[in-house]
C-alpha cells in the first residue's frame, strides 16, 4: 500500500482534482496576492510582473504535486519550497516574515473550499477541516510559527490576516496592468467576475472587480453541460493557449508520482 501524504478518499483530492475548481482557485489567489503587504518578496526576483501567470500556476503545481504524491515525495516538494524562499532571502539580505507564509496556507485553504462549493456543493465542517489539516501539515512541515491548531482557530486567523495584511498599493495596480496584459481583454473580464465569486469581501472591496456578477448565471448553464463537448469548449476557450494542456491535464491525472 501506498504511504500517501494526503488520504486518496480525501475532500482535497476532490478539488485540486477538478480542472474547473483549480481555475478559480487560480482566480482567487491572483487576487489576493495582488493585494498581500508582502507581494514586494514576489516582485523582489521579477518573476510575478514579467510572468503573473506562470508565478501563480507554480503554486498551483507545487499544491498538486504535494496532494496527490507519496509522503516522501510530497516532503521533498515542500522542501523544495524551502529552499527556494531561502534563496530569495539570501539574496535580498532579509526573512520572508512567517504571516506571509502562513497567508498563503490560509488563502489556499479559503479558496479551495469557496471555489468548489461555488462549482459543486456546500462542504461538511469536517470536510472544511480536512481541507485544512491539509495544508496545515505543509505549514509544520516548512517549520512556519504560530500555526492555528484547530479549523477554528483558522477561521480566527484567517478573518485577523485579511484585516491587517491586504493593502492596494502600486504593486497591485501594477500586477492588475500585467494581467490584462497576458490575459487580453476577454479573458482578463473573465478573470476579474471569478475572482468576485470566490474571493472574501476584505478583497474584493479593494480592487477593481465591479458589482455586477453576470458570470453566476453563466455558470449555472456551465454547471450543466460542463461534462459535454460545449461545455468543455467553453472553459478551453478562456484559457490562454500555452496554459491550455496543463489545466486539460488536471482533469486526466487523478495522481500525481
Given at each position: ?133 491539509v495544508f496545515n501539515r505543509v505549514g509544520q512541515r516548512m517549520q512556519l510559527k504560530d500555526l492555528p491548531k484547530t479549523y477554528g482557530q483558522y477561521l480566527d ?101
Amino acid at each position: 500500500m501506498k504511504d500517501l501524504f494526503v488520504n486518496e478518499h480525501s475532500i482535497a483530492r476532490r478539488i485540486w482534482g477538478k480542472a474547473d475548481t483549480v481555475l478559480f482557485i487560480f482566480a482567487g489567489a491572483a487576487a489576493e496576492f495582488a493585494l498581500n503587504k508582502a507581494v514586494d518578496w514576489l516582485y523582489f526576483t521579477g518573476k510575478l510582473p514579467a510572468d503573473p501567470l506562470g508565478r501563480l500556476f507554480s503554486t498551483v503545481d507545487y499544491s498538486r504535486q504535494i496532494i496527490f504524491s507519496e509522503t516522501g515525495a510530497a516532503l521533498k516538494a515542500i522542501d523544495k519550497i524551502n529552499a527556494i524562499h531561502q534563496g530569495v532571502e539570501a539574496a535580498r539580505g532579509a526573512q520572508i516574515p512567517d504571516w506571509a507564509y502562513r497567508d498563503v496556507l490560509f488563502l489556499l485553504i479559503d479558496l479551495s473550499i469557496r471555489s468548489y462549493e461555488l462549482l459543486e456543493r456546500p462542504l461538511t465542517r469536517a470536510e472544511k477541516a480536512e481541507v485544512f489539516d491539509v495544508f496545515n501539515r505543509v505549514g509544520q512541515r516548512m517549520q512556519l510559527k504560530d500555526l492555528p491548531k484547530t479549523y477554528g482557530q483558522y477561521l480566527d486567523m484567517r478573518r485577523n490576516h485579511l484585516q491587517r495584511h491586504l493593502v492596494k498599493s502600486n504593486h497591485t495596480i501594477h500586477l492588475y496592468r500585467q494581467y490584462r496584459k497576458h490575459l487580453g481583454f476577454l479573458r482578463y473580464q473573465v478573470l476579474k467576475q471569478a475572482q468576485l465569486l470566490t474571493v472574501p469581501v476584505q478583497v474584493s472591496q479593494q480592487l477593481p472587480l465591479g458589482k455586477l456578477t453576470w458570470l453566476r448565471p453563466v455558470l449555472i448553464i456551465y454547471k450543466a453541460v460542463k461534462h459535454l463537448k460545449p461545455g468543455q469548449f467553453f472553459r478551453n476557450a478562456l484559457l490562454p493557449i500555452e496554459y491550455k494542456t496543463r489545466i486539460r491535464a488536471i482533469d486526466h491525472l487523478p495522481t500525481l508520482q
